[in-house]
């Protein structure tokens, strides 16, 4: 890949070293990170090396009346941002709209007055949900503006943002479809929650988790569950399954999802891991007809607290999906003891970047 913004971006810190070269740093990194842990051989999973992402945020710089987007400088040059005149990284329905956007609003003195931040949003169809994030007062007013942009760009739905307030414009959330396995699975994706970044990297953790777990018996429950990322596929591994997740607008996501997917073995609970954790202790009559031995986890880069650790370490087999290796290696400190790591993939999500995610597959011995 080449980007006119190697090298000033603070973003892509790889942007020196070939993409294949990046992939086998990484991987002998986990190797070595891991070395103390009896893990086969680990699968590394690679996809395409630009546009792909298809969740973007930038900071927006004025200067006169011209408005450019901005990210962060090298650590290398000190503190501050700088212009990008291109992001090859971002999915290219955001790569095409990106300039021709900041031109309209540069257009519009009401729009641009104290425009803060552009995030992007698209699926695989090529919709776009874009929010305009202000530093300033904003109201309905701002309607009239934000219909002409609309007339400019069909494919988009805006939302707008002021601290303490927000307005929809259409509506707030696009409808992805992903291939997995040979199958298309439909997902609401709501704006402001979370969703995997990369498209095509999600569709292969996605594979190599329902891959890897088609064997195991019993009923599954998923921590963290989101929108039903993991959820909607895996359930056809499973004869029940129950997911939890804190936030509330993901869980009505991941509700439609399972619908939208006629998966009807699934229940979503508005909870977070620790107050289900206090159900199965409890013994709660909710879960009695589940024979629960497997758990899904897909914790945030903290990985698990002591609770939520031993929680989940109560269940036979695991499946961890993981954003963070230095917090896996913690986790499996414990979750290991008794388990045997079947299978362990790295997932390169980020490309030109040193994140590493990960996952891991324990089964009980």
Not at 267 to 274: D, E, K, N, R, V
């Amino acid at each position: 890949m080449k980007c006119s913004s190697f090298g000033k971006c603070g973003s892509c810190v790889l942007w020196e070293v070939p993409y294949k070269e990046q992939l086998q740093v990484k991987s002998e990194k986990l190797k070595e990170l891991f070395s103390e842990f009896d893990i086969p051989d680990i699968e590394v999973i690679s996809g395409s090396n630009e546009h792909f992402r298809s969740r973007a945020e930038f900071r927006v710089w004025r200067e006169g009346d011209k408005l450019f987007y901005a990210m962060r400088k090298r650590k290398e040059e000190g503190r501050g941002v700088i212009h990008i005149d291109e992001c090859k990284i971002v999915d290219r329905f955001i790569y095409d709209v990106m300039p021709k956007l900041l031109k309209e609003i540069e257009k519009n003195e009401n729009l641009k007055l104290r425009l803060y931040e552009i995030d992007f949003l698209s699926n695989s169809k090529g919709e776009l949900l874009v929010t305009l994030i202000y530093h300033r007062k904003v109201d309905e007013a701002i309607a009239e503006d934000i219909k002409k942009l609309k007339e400019k760009f069909s494919n988009v739905d805006f939302i707008v943002r002021k601290k303490g307030r927000k307005y929809v414009f259409d509506k707030n959330y696009l409808i992805e479809e992903l291939k997995v396995a040979g199958k298309i699975y439909k997902y609401k994706i709501i704006e402001n929650t979370f969703s995997q970044p990369n498209r095509g990297m999600n569709e292969k953790m996605i594979e190599w988790a329902l891959r890897n777990s088609s064997h195991l018996q019993g009923d599954l429950v998923e921590l963290y569950c989101g929108n039903g990322n993991f959820t909607i596929p895996l359930s056809e591994n499973f004869n029940k399954v129950i997911a939890t997740e804190i936030n509330k607008e993901s869980i009505e996501a991941a509700s439609f999802n399972a619908e939208a997917n006629n998966r009807d073995n699934i229940t979503f609970l508005a909870m977070s891991a620790a107050e289900f954790s206090s159900l199965k202790e409890e013994n709660s009559p909710l879960l009695t007809s589940y024979d629960l031995k497997n758990v899904l986890i897909d914790p945030p880069r903290a990985g698990l607290d002591d609770k939520s650790r031993k929680f989940v370490d109560s269940f036979e087999n695991i499946i961890y999906i993981s954003c963070n290796p230095e917090t896996l290696k913690r986790d499996l400190i414990t979750l290991s003891k008794n388990r045997k790591i079947k299978a362990f993939a790295f997932f390169d999500q980020f490309p030109y970047t040193n994140h590493m995610e990960c996952g891991v597959i324990l089964e009980k011995i």
